[in-house]
């Protein structure tokens, strides 16, 4: 495995609020950022906003505002959110930085000067009253501007485009030789049946008809295309081709940092198929892996922006907290999927394996702790009751498990094995009947014993379900009595870590929540769509 991670989510478009999907990739992200600066990996972590185009010119217009000011205002939101969820990303690219409008003016030059991209015309579907080109499917069948609903018409403008072909045997052997640049598998035949094998048209890269982007210098009426610009985010908020490259060659160049690109499946084919030619054009390393959500659907249909039906993370955080949240997302929908939002599940979820699973245990042991041992942590002795050898070979298969999976990316997996611990520990009270054992003077060993496990299980599981319960895992780690420094990563191997901690009593970490009430409160959030 490589020694350092460069993790990145899409750049979102700030043309409106985001919402729970957008939420849902970011969450993910920093669970995976956490997870690996948790075991001791240096792991650097980019998102941001994707801020030219026309989308956002004509809601800048219709808002009375410059387009700056209106992406600065819904920019804001982004940050709030994202400081809200508890994402720990070390920067934030918005496409209007200098840094950025720089590298793909630079980047453009190059692929000119090279006869990578070339003047042409594009030929689309064009609304005069709202000056804007559609797509065959953007029109439909009726030939309708899917904005105000007027007919439209074929149109031609002048633009440059990007020679895929010249880089597409390339790409095809960069598949072959690199089977898991592409996850899950299924994608790669999809780019390929979809979109190579009937033929890849050349990439529109310019346009002339709005102004909201960045100039082509070298014909200035022409802005470049929003994938151009977009996609290369990724390196130039690592300084590439600044006289400041040290984060590019530490985290880009450098073949001991994997790189990971994290994106939705409405986007694959633009990460997948153009920027592995984009950085080949350059002469620039391709990602090593690009993991490919599934898209949450609200009920029945996709949750998007523009049909106003998406749920709104922030009231959702406020009231159950950012690692309810942060848990339903990890675990309710399998990454890599396509799942959906349901305030049911949502209810279901957090009181099945947040109220009764984990928060239970620790408060069932916190209270056993103090009552037969004054709250005193006893020694780990070994395998001193029966169910003591079995309840560590879970915890050790745990650990193993969550890692392997957590390295795939197979994250809503990982935090099952740590599920599954919780369950069996819970068992393990079942079994053990530690209320029997503290009837029977002789049996103090094994009370102790079955304490002092119980005491490791949770420490294991607190640790593992950190980078998603990151302020209850530190509470739990509290309620234990140990300190930040003595819950590491690097500590959890250690039966013997919690011997002679003196525990603390806290409010149960997941407080049950009262379905009747919460379902028609979320539910309201949906748009009352129940
Ligand atoms: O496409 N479920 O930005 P965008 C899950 N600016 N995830 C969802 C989702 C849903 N219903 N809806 C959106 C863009 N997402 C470009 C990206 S990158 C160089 C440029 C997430 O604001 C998902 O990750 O439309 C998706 O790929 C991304 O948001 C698209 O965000």
Redesign the pocket.
């Known amino acids: 495995m490589k020694k350092r991670f460069y993790i990145t989510?899409?750049?979102?478009?700030p043309?409106a609020k985001?919402?729970?999907?957008?939420a849902?990739?970011t969450t993910l992200t920093d669970v995976f950022a956490r997870s690996k600066r948790e075991r001791g990996y240096e792991c650097y972590f980019l998102t941001g906003a994707?801020e030219h185009g026309l989308k956002i010119q004509k809601n800048a217009e219709a808002a009375g505002v410059t387009p700056q000011a209106f992406v600065d205002n819904i920019v804001e939101g982004f940050y709030k959110l994202w400081d809200l969820l508890k994402i720990t990303n070390d920067d934030f690219i918005r496409t209007t930085q200098d840094r950025h409008i720089k590298v793909v003016q630079d980047a453009f030059t190059k692929m000119l000067n090279q006869g990578d991209i070339y003047l042409g015309k594009y030929e689309g579907w064009y609304c005069k009253y709202c000056e804007a080109f559609w797509t065959d499917t953007q029109v439909g069948k009726e030939h309708i501007c899917p904005d105000c609903g007027r007919p439209v018409e074929k149109a031609e403008e002048e633009a440059y485009f990007f020679k895929t072909n010249k880089y597409l045997d390339s790409l095809l052997k960069f598949y072959d030789n690199n089977p898991k640049f592409l996850i899950p598998e299924s994608r790669k035949n999809e780019m390929i049946n979809t979109f190579i094998k009937p033929g890849l048209e050349d990439l529109c890269v310019s346009r002339t008809s709005f102004s909201w982007g960045i100039p082509v210098r070298e014909n200035p009426k022409h802005v470049v295309y929003?994938?151009l610009d977009?996609?290369t985010?990724?390196i130039s908020a690592l300084g590439y081709g600044s006289d400041k490259e040290d984060l590019y060659k530490k985290f880009w160049e450098d073949e001991d940092t994997e790189i990971i690109h994290?994106?939705?499946?409405?986007?694959t084919r633009?990460?997948a198929i153009y920027?592995p030619m984009f950085l080949e054009a350059l002469g620039v390393r391709k990602p090593d892996r690009e993991f490919v959500?599934?898209?949450?659907?609200?009920r029945d249909s996709?949750?998007?922006?523009s049909k106003g039906n998406?749920v709104d993370p922030y009231p959702l955080v406020e009231k159950y907290g950012v690692d309810a949240v942060r848990y339903y997302l990890t675990r309710e929908v399998n990454f890599g999927s396509d799942g959906s939002f349901s305030p049911e599940q949502f209810v279901e979820r957090i009181n099945a394996d947040l109220a009764n699973s984990y928060g239970n245990l620790l408060n069932r042991t916190i209270g056993m702790m103090s009552k037969y041992f004054g709250g005193k942590i006893p020694e780990y002795k070994g395998q001193v009751s029966e169910f003591d050898g079995s309840l560590e070979a879970v915890i050790n298969t745990t650990i193993s498990n969550y890692e392997n999976a957590m390295d795939d990316l197979r994250i809503t997996e990982a935090i099952t094995y740590v599920n599954e611990l919780v369950n069996r520990a819970n068992k393990y009270i079942d079994e053990t009947m530690p209320w029997v054992l503290a009837k029977d003077p002789e049996q103090v060993d094994k009370l102790a014993s079955v304490m002092n496990h119980l005491a490791y299980a949770i420490y294991v599981a607190s640790r593992l379900y950190h980078p998603v319960l990151v302020t209850a895992s530190d509470k739990a780690f509290e309620q234990l009595g140990l300190t930040q420094e003595e819950a590491k990563y690097e500590n959890i191997s250690n039966k013997k870590l919690l011997d002679n901690h003196q525990v603390n009593k806290g409010e149960p970490l997941f407080p049950r929540l009262d379905a009747t009430i919460e379902v028609p409160f979320i539910s309201e959030l949906m748009g009352g769509s129940k």
Do not use: R
């Open positions: 989510t899409p750049i979102y478009y043309s985001l919402h729970i999907g957008h849902y990739c994707d929003v994938w977009a996609l985010n990724y994290i994106l939705g499946a409405d986007i633009f990460h920027w959500h599934g898209l949450l659907m609200m996709k949750m998007s922006k998406v």
